[in-house]
Nanobody
Framework: QVQLVESGGGLVQAGGSLRLSCAAS????????MGWFRQAPGKEREFVAA????????IYADSVKGRLTISRDNAKEMLYLQMNSLKPEDTAVYYC???????????????????WGKGTLVTVSS
């Protein structure tokens, strides 16, 4: 089993930055694709970004391209999401996820993810 724990959420003003982290344990995820998803109040969970096992391939939702950057450190079993130029519409609970596939499965809505964290709340004030 894989356990995923997110951290780094909080309150930030519009235009500000945050860096989310996701720590994996239980089983190595160094050969798993991973991703970030988010769920705003009253809305469905949506895809944000995904990264292949090597970090060589990444994909993003159109709404976050150029502002959010996904990265990973396999030696530390960590996943990151650097969030810049934040907007109020980025307010949501952000979830870390892992897929036993090593490559990105570009199949909405959950892109083949098998394991999920419990989420961290990001609130962007206007």
């Amino acid at each position: 089993q894989v356990q995923l724990v997110e951290s780094g959420g909080g309150l930030v003003q519009a235009g500000g930055s945050l860096r989310l982290s996701c720590a994996a344990s239980g089983r190595t995820v160094s050969n798993y694709a991973m991703g970030w998803f988010r769920q705003a109040p009253g809305k469905e969970r949506e895809f944000v970004a995904a990264i292949s096992w090597s970090g060589g391939n990444t994909i993003y939702a159109d709404s976050v391209k150029g502002r959010l950057t996904i990265s990973r450190d396999n030696a530390k079993e960590m996943l990151y999401l650097q969030m810049n130029s934040l907007k109020p519409e980025d307010t949501a609970v952000y979830y870390c996820a892992a897929s036993h596939f090593g490559t990105i499965v570009a199949r909405p809505p959950y892109y083949g993810m098998d394991y999920w964290g419990k989420g961290t709340l990001v609130t962007v004030s206007s």
